[in-house]
DNA sequence: CTGTTAGCGCCTTCAG
DNA sequence: CTGAAGGCGCTAACAG
C-alpha cells in the first residue's frame, strides 16, 4: 500500500503539498496540485486513517452502547444513528451491554482514544458516571444534559386517551420497573383517567418481572392494555389468547414506546421519529455546548395499525 | 492524559522498558517492572491504542457489514458476533448496506487501515469483489472459502417434514427471491414432498414481491405455509387471519430461518445457533487458512413453540 | 506557494 | 536485562 512518501517522490513535491492538496488546501499552485493528484491515482493511494487518527487527536469513531435487553427496541436506533453518522463521515463502534458494569467496561475503550464520544441507548438500569463527550437516548438516568429524553408522560395520556376513544374504559398498564420513566408514564395514565373522570384501580397496574402474567392472573377486568414497548407487546400477543382473550376485540393493546415504521405494528402505538432522534444525536456530539435549549423531551407520535 | 514517557520517567526507566512490561515481556527485573507497574497507577496510564495501531499495523477493529433489508434477522447475529469479538478483544464496526454499491463504498473503511476484515452478513444480493480478509455469513454469493453458508435444503425439507407429521399435506412456500439458497430451498421441498408421495403443486410456491399477498389471493388449498424468516412469519400471521385463516388451526406457519431463541418464536421454525456461527467467523478470521475443511454448511435445528 | 522539521504515542531492533 | 534510536504515516508550525 502506498503511502504520502511514495506520492510526494512521484509527484516530485513535499510531504507537506500532499497533505495540502489532499485536505483541499486552497494555498497550493495548481501546477503541483495536478502532479499529487495523478500520483495519487497512479498509486491508489489511501491517505491511512490510523495515521491520520494518531495526528489529529481523533479518530471519527462514536462508540454506541445498546441495552442488550431490549435489542429489538435499539435496532431501530441502530440503523438510524448508523446513516446519519456515516453522513458525517463517522464511524459505529458497537457495543451491547446489560448492566452499568459492561457499560463502564465498554467506555474504557473511549478512554485511550479509539472513539471521539460514546451513545447509550436505551438502559434500563442505573449507570456509571460517564465521560463529558458521552450523551444518552431514551435511558433510565436523568442525565439532564448531553442526553436525549422522551416524553413518556405524553405517550401514556396519548395512548390512553386513545384506548378510552376507542371505548375502553378500563385501561389495565404494564409499567418499566421503576425511573423516572415510569414515573411519567403513571402520570400520563393518571391525568387521561382523570380527564375522562375514570376510577383509577391499581390493581390493572404492575411492573416488574412476569408483570403481564400476574395481571392476567389476577381477576380484574380490563378490555385496554398498555405495555412499554414492542417485545411486551408481542408478548401479550401471545399471551392473551391463551387466557381466552381476542385481542383486539376483547383486549386492545397499546404499545408505548415503539420503533417500527407507520403499519407495520400490529398495535396501535406511540412510536418516535428515529431519523430525527439520530440527527439530534449526531447535533449533540458536534455542537459544542449551544444546544442545551432544545433539550425539550421528545414527543412520539401516535400510530395506527392498517 | 498520561503516555508512556510520562511512566517512563517516573519509574526511572525507558520508554522500551514500560512498553515491555506492559506487553507482557518475561525479560524484566522485577524492579523495574514493579516500578512501571506502580508508575501506570500512579498516573492512570493507559496505552493509546491508536499509537499501538500504527505501530502495529493492526487495529482490533473487524469491520462488520448488515444487510439492512431483513434487519431483525441479522440484529441477531450481530449480538453473538459483539459477544465473541468482545471476548477476543476485537471491536466491531457497524455498517448497513442495502447492494452491491454500499457494501463497495464501506469496505474502502478497511482498505485504509481501519479494520483488519469484514464480514458480510446477510446479503440477499450479489456483492461486489471482496478483498481476501473478508468473509461472508448467510449470503446469497457462494463466495466457496471463507463464508459461511446455511444448509436451506435440510431446513426446508426437515420443515415440510414437520408440518406433513402434523397433519398438513397441503403446504404453500414463499421462497426466497433467488440465487443458491433458494434452490436449496425449493429442493429439500421437493424431496420432503417426494419422500411422503404427495403431489407438487406449482399453485402454491411463490417468491419475489408480494408473494404472500399474491399466495393469498390464488385460489389454492392449503393448510401448511413455509416462510423464509420471521418478518415473513409476522407478516402471515398478521395477514391470514385478514383472509379468514387462523393460525395455526387452519393454517400452520413454519419460518425457515429464525434467530429466536427457543420458546420465544410464535411459530415453528429452523433456529441457527447463533453462537456457535459467531465463533465459527471468529476463526475463519483467526485461522490463516486451515479451517478449509470445515466448510460444511451449517445445519439449524427444529423449534417449536411452547 | 513550498519544503523542512518536529511531533502524535508506541513498538522494536540493536547494541551494550 | 536495558536504553538509545529509528520507524509507523500523517499533520502542522515555521521559515523561506
Redesign the pocket.
Known amino acids: 500500500?502506498?503511502?504520502?512518501?511514495?506520492?510526494?517522490r512521484l509527484a516530485?513535491?513535499?510531504?507537506?503539498?500532499?497533505?495540502?492538496?489532499?485536505?483541499g488546501?486552497?494555498?497550493?499552485?495548481?501546477?503541483?496540485?495536478l502532479?499529487v493528484m495523478r500520483a495519487v491515482e497512479v498509486l491508489n493511494?489511501?491517505?491511512?486513517?490510523?495515521?491520520?487518527?494518531?495526528?489529529?487527536?481523533s479518530t471519527g469513531c462514536i462508540g454506541v452502547v445498546c441495552a442488550s435487553e431490549n435489542i429489538n427496541q435499539t435496532t431501530g436506533y441502530l440503523h438510524a444513528l448508523e446513516k446519519q453518522l456515516r453522513l458525517n463521515q463517522k464511524h459505529l463502534l458497537l457495543r451491547f451491554a446489560s448492566d452499568a458494569a459492561s457499560v463502564a467496561h465498554s467506555l474504557n475503550e473511549i478512554g485511550?482514544?479509539l472513539c471521539d464520544a460514546v451513545i447509550v441507548i436505551g438502559a434500563r438500569f442505573p449507570l456509571p458516571p460517564l465521560p463529558h463527550s458521552a450523551i444518552t437516548i431514551d435511558c433510565l438516568q436523568s442525565h439532564t444534559e448531553r442526553s436525549i429524553q422522551f416524553d413518556h408522560s405524553f405517550a401514556a395520556e396519548t395512548a390512553s386517551q386513545y384506548l378510552i376513544n376507542q371505548g375502553r374504559r378500563n385501561i389495565a398498564l404494564i409499567n418499566l420497573h421503576d425511573g423516572d420513566a415510569a414515573e411519567q408514564v403513571s402520570q400520563g395514565y393518571h391525568q387521561a383517567l382523570e380527564h375522562h373522570l375514570l376510577p383509577y384501580n391499581r390493581q390493572r397496574v404492575f411492573s416488574g418481572e412476569n408483570a403481564l402474567q400476574r395481571l392476567l392472573n389476577q381477576n380484574v377486568s380490563f378490555n385496554g392494555l398498555l405495555v412499554p414497548d414492542d417485545a411486551m407487546a408481542q408478548e401479550a400477543l401471545r399471551l392473551l389468547p391463551q387466557f381466552g382473550r381476542q385481542v383486539p376485540a376483547d383486549v386492545m393493546v397499546f404499545s408505548l414506546d415503539s420503533t417500527l415504521p407507520q403499519g407495520a405494528s400490529a398495535v396501535p402505538a406511540i412510536a418516535y421519529p428515529l431519523e430525527k432522534l439520530a440527527q439530534r444525536a449526531i447535533a449533540l456530539l458536534t455542537a459544542p455546548l449551544s444546544a442545551v435549549a432544545g433539550t425539550a423531551p421528545v414527543r412520539g407520535t401516535l400510530m395506527t395499525p392498517f
Open positions: 500500500m502506498a503511502n504520502i512518501n511514495d506520492v510526494s516530485q513535491v513535499s510531504k507537506a503539498t500532499v497533505s495540502r492538496v489532499l485536505s488546501s486552497r494555498n497550493v499552485k495548481e501546477e503541483s496540485r502532479a493511494y489511501k491517505p491511512n486513517v490510523i495515521a491520520q487518527s494518531l495526528s489529529n487527536q485511550n482514544g
